[in-house]
């Protein structure tokens, strides 16, 4: 089994690569700031490496030893942190020689530009990578479906079983559970076969926002309904809880999604599914395990 550092372990999407690996028999190092906020991963069989992002050379000894690096970075919408950031783990992957590096893009930023700063920060990232001096993979997610759970969805949703989300409900787009991310890089572990790729990794079946809903209903018994909600709306819950610029740079982020009936989530490709082939959860499991202490 394989070594495996991995960048944003402690984090939602980071969390859940490291269980999916962990679940394999790798040998998983979860890089942190604080070991304490990593303290039920240790518990899972994890182990801990010291580095900060803004500290190449901790992350070059903290890459030392290991056979693949798995880069989820954290959310920011500071330009230069997060391209630093990005720059930091690759170039530290290079001093240490890492044999493979996997790079998880985050969202479908496009490949060309949209005038987003926060998608052009993504690409500059991502060229990067696959300009790096030791081989990579970069894999690139549509929408996560965990979205729909996060504090500013899951009150409404709870209190109103009505799913509230800045998406048409009519609209089919391609979605990923974050299990089902940690499917995906578990499975690129060793591929270094799939160096300099960009893959699409999705759940395999595009889906509305109506339909997830039903498959709520399902679960719960009762009917579930969809909103689609204005992004200036979204927004504004967001900023209730992470601030107003988190706030009004998701809002640009919902609205270049949804141009054109969510044309640049539309073009996501399954390229992903079929080079890794990872074993995924449907919907209906996903639905399952998120309301598992749900009343029915």
């Not at 050379?57 to 970075?73: F, H, M, N, P």
């Not at 989300?165 to 990923?176: D, N, Q, R, S």
């Not at 504004?236 to 107003?244: D, E, K, Q, W």
Request: charged content about 20%.
């Amino acid at each position: 089994m394989a070594t495996i550092l991995v960048y944003g372990a402690t984090g939602p999407q980071g969390r859940a690569v490291t269980l999916s690996l962990l679940g394999r028999g790798h040998r998983v190092l979860c890089l942190v700031r604080d070991p304490t906020r990593a303290s039920d991963l240790l518990g899972r069989g994890a182990e801990i490496r010291i580095g900060d992002l803004a500290d190449r050379r901790s992350l070059a000894r903290a890459s030392e030893g290991v056979d693949t690096v798995v880069s989820i970075l954290p959310l920011s919408f500071n330009d230069g942190i997060m391209l630093s950031s990005g720059v930091n783990v690759i170039a530290a992957a290079e001093d240490a020689a890492v044999p493979f590096l996997i790079h998880n893009m985050g969202v479908c930023a496009p490949e060309r530009s949209v005038g987003y700063h926060f998608f052009d920060v993504l690409r500059r990232i991502t060229d990067r990578v696959l300009g790096a001096r030791i081989p990579t993979l970069v894999l690139r997610p549509p929408l996560y479906l965990d979205n729909l759970l996060a504090p500013w969805t899951l009150p409404h949703l709870e209190k109103h079983d009505v799913v509230s989300y800045p998406l048409p409900g009519e609209v089919a787009v391609p979605w990923l559970s974050h299990r089902n991310l940690g499917a995906y890089i578990t499975a690129a572990v060793g591929r270094v076969d799939l160096t300099g790729r960009v893959l699409d990794i999705t759940d395999g079946t595009e889906r509305s926002g109506e339909m997830i809903a039903e498959a709520m209903s399902r679960h719960l018994g009762r009917p579930v309904g969809y909103e689609a909600i204005p992004t200036d709306l979204f927004a504004s819950r967001v900023a209730a809880l992470l601030g107003a610029t988190a706030g009004s740079e998701l809002a640009e982020h919902y609205n270049l999604l949804t141009a054109n009936e969510c044309d640049l989530l539309r073009g996501v490709s399954n390229k992903g599914v079929r080079a890794l082939q990872p074993e995924l959860e449907e919907i209906d499991e996903f639905v399952s395990r998120s309301f598992a202490a749900t009343p029915h």
